[in-house]
């Protein structure tokens, strides 16, 4: 079975920086795109960023220049470093991760959500 484990998140004040990490629980994966997703009461679920195998990385507009998405390949995790945050930044952020699954074809995983809180 197959589990996307998130560290990190919390309150801080806006301004500051938050970092958030992301490990699958097996180390035999092939994974593809791994990147963080989030969602804000009543919103729908936005990408953050995500970054390819070979470290290609794309990030939403808002989070450009601020935000920086990495990943370790060999122990399966993807980072999440966040500065200069914002109020509007405040959200439950899910990693994601595209895993090749036993039958063929991607299939996409979620970790259970981190809150990212950040106060005025």
């Known amino acids: 079975q197959v589990q996307l484990v998130e560290s990190g998140g919390g309150l801080v004040q806006a301004g500051g920086s938050l970092s958030l990490s992301c490990t699958a629980s097996?180390?035999?994966?092939?994974?593809?795109?791994m990147g963080w997703y989030r969602q804000a009461p009543g919103k729908q679920r936005d990408l953050v960023a995500r970054?390819?195998?070979?470290?290609?990385?794309v990030y939403a507009d808002s989070v450009k220049d601020r935000f920086t998405v990495s990943r370790d390949n060999a122990k399966k995790t993807v980072y999440l470093q966040m500065s200069s945050l914002k109020p509007e930044d405040t959200a439950v952020y899910y990693c994601?991760?595209?895993?090749?699954?036993?039958?063929?074809?991607?299939?996409?995983?979620w970790g259970q959500g981190t809150q990212v809180t950040v106060s005025s």
């Open positions: 970054i390819s195998r070979s470290g290609n990385a």
């Open positions: 994601n991760a595209d895993i090749l699954s036993l039958g063929g074809g991607w299939k996409a995983y």
């Open positions: 097996r180390s035999d994966l092939n994974i593809n795109y």
